[in-house]
């Protein structure tokens, strides 16, 4: 089936320190990889994505490469901000319905990151 | 532009009892989608639209029923409340494009609590 594995949070970080969360997942064929970022009493909104293997999504700071030897698309910061606190999520694309041609998420379980000043 | 809105943003419901969620956007999207989020779970597709008039299941559909009778707005009804119900409720818009790469953008959510 579908998944996606992301590490278990809450990951604490003292700001301009370095973030990595991993992120791998199981599909068949060839998923489109997203970053959604959940700030504190929001919805969703998508950080970066990619497309097929290499590409790298990049936005405000953050990169993710999309590796298909390793199944991962794992998520980068150089810098944190305490501004960047908030939930992360790690998805991908597959095809729910191929009649309709209609394609669905499906989601980790989330990272929750906190930046201490 | 609001984007995608949702109403009410919480709800206190007995079991048995029955309500009906709305969503509506502004972005003109052909497709909507109904989630619910769980603690320790992510978010797990109930219902979705791919355009007015239509509706199909999600992953977890149980319980739940849907309609589209606008294009802009995408209503999700529980007709006998259960506590295994409780949960955070997101709505999403999104215009398809190729290979499923298509952006979702979602609201702002509704807390509903069963008791």
């Known amino acids: 089936g579908n998944s996606v594995t992301q590490m278990e949070g809450p990951v604490t970080l003292s700001e301009e320190a370095f973030l990595t969360i991993n992120c791998t997942y199981t599909?068949?064929?060839?998923?489109?990889l997203f970053w959604y970022v959940q700030y504190p009493g929001e919805g969703l909104q998508l950080l970066l994505k990619?497309?097929?293997?290499?590409d790298k999504g990049s936005n405000k700071g953050f990169e993710a490469t999309y590796r298909k030897e390793t199944t991962s698309f794992h998520l980068e910061k150089g810098s944190v901000q305490v501004s960047d606190s908030a939930v992360y999520f790690c998805a991908l694309s597959f095809l729910w319905d191929s009649g309709a041609g209609s394609y669905q998420l499906t989601f980790g379980k989330g990272t929750k990151l906190s930046v201490i000043p | 532009n609001a984007g995608v809105t949702q109403t009410p943003k919480f709800r206190v419901l007995k079991t048995g009892q029955s309500m009906t969620l709305l969503c509506a956007q502004d972005m003109n999207h052909e497709y909507m989608y109904w989630y619910r989020q769980d603690p320790g779970m992510g978010l797990r597709l109930i219902h979705y639209s791919v355009g007015e008039g239509t509706t199909a299941k999600g992953e977890v559909p149980d319980g739940y029923n849907v309609s589209r009778l606008k294009k802009q707005n995408f209503l999700l009804g529980l007709e006998s409340a259960a506590p295994s119900q409780t949960s955070v409720y997101f709505c999403a818009s999104s215009t398809p494009s190729r290979m499923g790469a298509d952006t979702q953008y979602f609201g702002p959510g509704t807390r509903l609590t069963v008791l």
């Open positions: 599909a068949t064929g060839y998923p489109s």
């Open positions: 990619a497309t097929k293997a290499d």
